[in-house]
């Protein structure tokens, strides 16, 4: 399977602002953002003049960084949202926050969407009660995702839980930490995706 090792700090860097991909890291003194607030590389400080292709390829790569997806599998979510009816963006957003991994990092069960995607890899959670360990699996109004009653002592989640008290649930998740279960209430809608994205420049980028 594809995967990006690249250092994720630089895309906070490259983005200049914070996409939380190192969890409690990135909420602390040793945040490289926080440290170097400007782009990687050797002309990271110089301003250059950004075209509209420019900043529609910005956006779209922000939104695939933010949700830890390569090209291939992101335009293939574009694609299925495209088609779909509705509005092009919403649908696009509405897909990546229903995935598992990032319903996961959303409960709190996982301090950053890397973590979550690990996490349920070496299926640590229960859909519906049934085991699934397929991170890109979408949910569905009512599913209920679960800790295992054997992975519910683990560090890594009881952590995970704690640090999750400085992030607030998104409206459309109801969470009970103390029994390590969480429900997607409705699927979530425009007003419910606070992240800084601008999902119109990603729709223009591909319908050129």
């Known amino acids: 399977m594809a995967r990006s090792t690249c250092s994720v700090c630089k895309f906070c860097r490259r983005e200049n602002m914070k996409l939380f991909l190192k969890g409690d890291r990135c909420y602390g003194d040793k945040c490289a953002f926080e440290r170097r607030a400007y782009p990687p590389g050797q002309h990271g400080q110089t301003r250059t003049k950004v075209s509209d292709f420019g900043i529609q390829l910005r956006e779209k790569q922000k939104v695939k960084r933010i949700y830890g997806l390569l090209e291939r599998q992101f335009r293939k979510y574009f694609d299925v949202a495209d088609r779909q009816k509705g509005v092009t963006g919403l649908n696009l957003l509405r897909r ?22 690990q996490l349920v890899l070496h299926s640590h959670f229960l859909v519906n009660g049934k085991s699934v360990n397929i991170p890109n ?9 679960s800790v295992r009653p054997k992975s519910q002592k683990l560090t890594t989640i009881l952590r995970s839980i704690e640090n999750s008290k400085k992030r607030e649930i998104p409206d459309w998740l109801e969470v009970n930490g103390a029994e390590f279960t969480g429900r997607i209430k409705f699927l979530p809608e425009r007003n419910h995706v606070t992240l800084p994205i601008e999902e ?9």
Request: aromatic share 8%; hydrophobic share 40%.
């Open 96 to 117: 990546l926050e229903v995935r598992l991994d990032s319903v996961v990092y959303r409960m709190g069960f996982g301090d950053s969407r890397k973590e979550a995607r």
């Open 137 to 145: 699996t979408i949910l569905r109004a009512n599913d209920v995702v």
């Open 200 to 208: 119109n420049l990603v729709v223009e980028l591909y319908s050129r």
